[in-house]
């Protein structure tokens, strides 16, 4: 670990789940298990950031102001299912800049049950026609690769069943039910292919990392992680088809949102998608994490659904992908998402992940995806 | 009924779909002058390069179904398709301006496959305020 390098110190979460609680209260609930993770004080904090996407405006200001007097800056950021990527580079670019050297990253959500309100993100046109379910477009995705790859539908739900299965060992996931093949291949379908036990519901949640130099860590003592890369982008013009996308281009493929992000992650971290040991992904939905796997490079296209069908995306597989059970099991609390998949990849880097632990994990990645084409790739080290 | 077939018609997204009466439909696109590239809609830049030099193009009526699902929990918002709700094909459809346009489907739901020939078809949708608009659906072709 170089003098240079920026580490989180600290990490807190409260379940995700349904509560009967504040934004303030689960917010400030995360952010001071972080501080005592960190083993730094609430005046260490020299500028905060909140990721959210449904919360009303100054909610950073009112999760503050529960932690006792202060006058740093907060901003909340907003790049929908990214957020959480978008809030913690925004610590990084700070520290890095010399402005501050200790900052705290809050992911915090309360969200209505069922569908997300169409209006935040579709034009009334699309509401009208009944084209604002963003389950559709997952869905519509899933069949034109099983048409081009020959996915399957048991394939899809093996993704379902495994990160149903690695939920039961999170005490921090929504649901911590293991379901069979069968029970899944049996649920409802929502938009087809795509069944219930393999969509992710939206909730309430909140997550904290404390972030800081190598140096003051070093100071401090404590268990820092490297933070290799963090990167966030859009999608390129016709990269993706993804809510509240109207159309795609026939003649122009770009480079899809998470291979860009992705690759941009490897080259800042100058690692390979071989020098990873474990990844937590953006699996909205079942068929979504296949064509994670691909774009990632944990396999070549096409070859998603005989590599979640081989285990090698299983814990003790060769590439482990959502040990915390994946939003399928913990719900996607849009802005707490990310920040939560950098808790459990630094448990896991630390060795603290318990009956959910990666054999020898090193390094790890965090993907999220979303609206807008919003995609956010985190890489962190020991 | 007769006062509904009456309201004059709205297009569900101006500068996307028009038509004269019920029964027709034309769906307009724009075409960059400068990168060739076609997008739905009347755009004041391309999608793709930016440029403002743009010619407004009518998009066939015609297409390919190039992927689809179908919806069978009723849209979250203002949704005016069938009440009670029914499960409808939802699809992106290629045409040959080399633009795929996101589309409900009309028709039998377990019939659709990827490749099918597609028709566009007029959809009137009526609000519950009394306004009615100029939407659109596609069909498979009679074989």
């Avoid at chain 1, 509560?19 to 917010?27: A, L």
């Avoid at chain 1, 899933?142 to 990160?163: C, L, P, S």
């Avoid at chain 1, 290799?228 to 949102?257: E, Q």
């Avoid at chain 1, 020098?275 to 490079?297: K, N, R």
Wanted: with cysteine; net charge negative.
């Amino acid at each position: 670990m170089a003098d240079s390098d920026i580490v989180i110190l600290g990490t807190g979460i409260h379940p995700f789940g349904r509560f009967d609680k504040t934004p303030e209260e689960i917010g400030a609930y995360a952010a001071k298990q972080a501080l005592e993770d960190a083993g730094v004080a609430w005046s260490d904090i020299q500028t905060a950031y909140l990721s959210r996407m449904y919360l009303p405006a100054t909610s950073g200001a009112r999760i503050l102001r529960r932690l006792g007097g202060t006058d740093i800056p907060i901003v909340d950021i907003e790049a929908a299912c990214a957020s959480g990527g978008a809030a913690l580079r925004q610590a990084v670019i700070a520290i890095r800049s010399g402005e501050v050297d200790t900052a705290l990253v809050l992911g915090v959500e309360k969200m209505p049950r069922g569908f997300m309100d169409p209006s935040m993100i579709y034009s009334p046109w699309q509401v009208k026609m009944g084209m604002s379910m963003n389950p559709a477009y997952w869905s519509m995705r899933a069949m034109r690769h099983m048409h081009e790859f020959g996915t399957t539908d048991e394939q899809i739900a093996r993704v379902a069943y495994k990160n149903h299965k690695n939920s039961v060992h999170n005490p921090n996931a929504m649901y911590r039910k293991e379901f069979s093949m069968e029970d899944i291949l049996n649920s409802r379908l929502v938009c087809d292919p795509i069944r219930l036990l393999e969509v992710c519901a939206a909730n309430d949640g909140a997550a904290a990392l404390v972030v800081t130099t190598a140096k003051r860590a070093k100071e401090l003592g404590g268990r820092p992680v490297t933070i290799a890369a963090c990167v966030h982008t859009i999608a390129r013009y016709s990269a993706d088809f993804r809510c509240p996308a109207d159309s795609m281009s026939a003649t122009i493929a770009n480079v899809g949102p998470t291979a860009l992000t992705a690759q941009k992650a490897y080259e800042q971290a100058g690692m390979a998608p071989a020098d990873i040991s474990c990844f937590e992904v953006q699996d909205t939905d079942a068929f979504c994490e296949i064509e994670i796997y691909e774009e990632l490079g944990l396999c070549a296209p096409g070859e998603g659904g005989p590599f979640v069908e081989g285990g090698h995306a299983d814990i003790d597989g060769r590439s482990p992908v959502n040990m915390s059970g994946g939003l399928i099991s913990k719900g996607e609390p849009v802005g707490a998402s990310h920040v939560a998949q950098v808790v459990e990849l630094v448990s896991q880097v630390r060795g603290d992940s318990g009956a959910r632990q990666v054999a020898g994990a090193k390094a790890a990645m965090g993907h999220v995806l979303g609206a807008g084409g919003n995609c956010a790739v985190t890489i962190l080290k020991v | 009924m007769s006062n509904r077939s009456n309201a004059e018609l709205l297009p569900v997204k101006e500068g996307l779909v028009t038509g004269a009466g019920k029964d027709d439909v034309t769906l307009l696109g724009s075409k960059c002058l400068a990168c060739k590239e076609v997008s739905i809609g009347t755009n004041p830049v391309c999608l793709n390069c930016g440029s403002d030099q743009i010619e407004s193009i009518k998009l066939s009526s015609e297409g390919e179904l190039w992927t689809y699902t179908v919806v069978r929990h009723k849209p979250p918002g203002e949704y005016l398709g069938p009440d009670p709700f029914q499960p409808f094909g939802l699809g992106l459809v290629e045409l040959a301006e080399g633009v795929r346009i996101m589309a409900p489907l009309e028709g039998e739901t377990d019939a659709f496959r990827i490749g099918d020939k597609l028709q566009l078809k007029p959809w009137i949708l009526h609000a519950a305020d009394g306004k009615a608009y100029r939407a659109f659906r596609f069909a498979r072709k009679s074989s």
